[in-house]
């Protein structure tokens, strides 16, 4: 079953409006038509150049948080949770104006520049496509990119509603082998691009003392693992508290919930 989804917008201006004409945030059945076609036959977005369309390189505020597009694509590659959406959405207004069609290589992601094109690599099975992206979302915690049935249904994560993801931009030229339909593959010829674990961000720090701090905070109030995680960047190291490997994308969600109780409200999902 599809996990909860939320509404698109027609542009980055009408957001606040959109959201008090809607009667629910939350949507809680969606997928296919009744005899959906074939998605081995639909072939990935070819990625080409497209100028920037600067009305949605503005920022924007959904759900009381503000997000800042990227001003550029080049150098994108990130991994956790990708989420897709369907019927419910066919045939109305993305972000760039365009009509979304659930048959169609496209895709929604919260900043990178619109449009943009990005390879799509599931992590539990291999497989790996290439979307347009042409709209803006998904706003459920923990999720980094909407994908449309058909580019969800080539990676196989229609049935689960979440897969575990690695996104890249790609551009123009773009001729890796791996950019077959992985739908036209033999299933015994394709290999896992790693095992990929899930972890809950709770927090990151600039010493390993408030990080190790917060850490026994936050474990004095579960029972789940909580660890800390170092990470080299140019700029200086960070320390980044996660509580897992967790088990499920579920089970994320639902821990995240009973920690905003607690008073822990920036969490996130991330695969490692």
């Not at 977005?45 to 503005?58: D, G, L, M, S, T």
């Not at 959904?62 to 597009?69: D, H, Q, S």
Request: with cysteine; net charge positive; charged share 25%.
């Amino acid at each position: 079953m599809m996990s909860v989804r939320y509404l698109k917008w027609v542009s980055i201006a009408f957001i606040s409006l959109n959201l008090a004409a809607c009667s629910s945030l939350f949507e809680k059945e969606d997928g296919p038509d009744r005899f959906p076609p074939n998605v081995a036959n639909i072939p990935d977005a070819v990625p080409k150049y497209e100028p920037i369309r600067p009305q949605n390189q503005k920022s924007y505020k959904v759900l009381g948080k503000r997000y800042y597009p990227l001003k550029t694509a080049a150098g994108y590659r990130e991994r956790g949770i990708a989420s897709w959406y369907g019927k419910k959405f066919h045939g109305n207004p993305t972000a760039t104006g365009e009509r979304y069609d659930m048959y169609k290589m496209t895709a929604a992601h919260k900043t990178l520049p619109l449009p943009s094109y990005v390879e799509v690599t599931n992590l539990n099975n291999g497989r790996k496509i290439v979307v347009r992206v042409n709209d803006r979302g998904p706003f459920h915690r923990g999720r980094i990119i909407d994908l449309s049935y058909s580019a969800a249904a080539k990676l196989g994560i229609i049935g689960n509603g979440t897969g575990q993801v690695e996104v890249r931009t790609v551009g123009a030229g773009y001729t890796a082998s791996t950019s077959r339909n992985a739908t036209q593959v033999a299933e015994s010829t394709l290999k896992p691009a790693g095992p990929a674990k899930l972890y809950l961000q709770v927090g990151t720090f600039n010493t390993s003392s408030r990080a190790e701090q917060f850490k026994n905070n936050l474990a004095d109030k579960i029972q789940d693992e909580v660890l800390v995680m170092p990470f080299a960047k140019p700029e200086g190291r960070l320390y980044r508290v996660r509580v897992g490997p967790l088990t499920t994308v579920e089970y994320g969600d639902d821990l995240a919930t009973r920690l905003m109780d607690l008073g822990f409200n920036d969490t996130h999902i991330v695969v490692e």
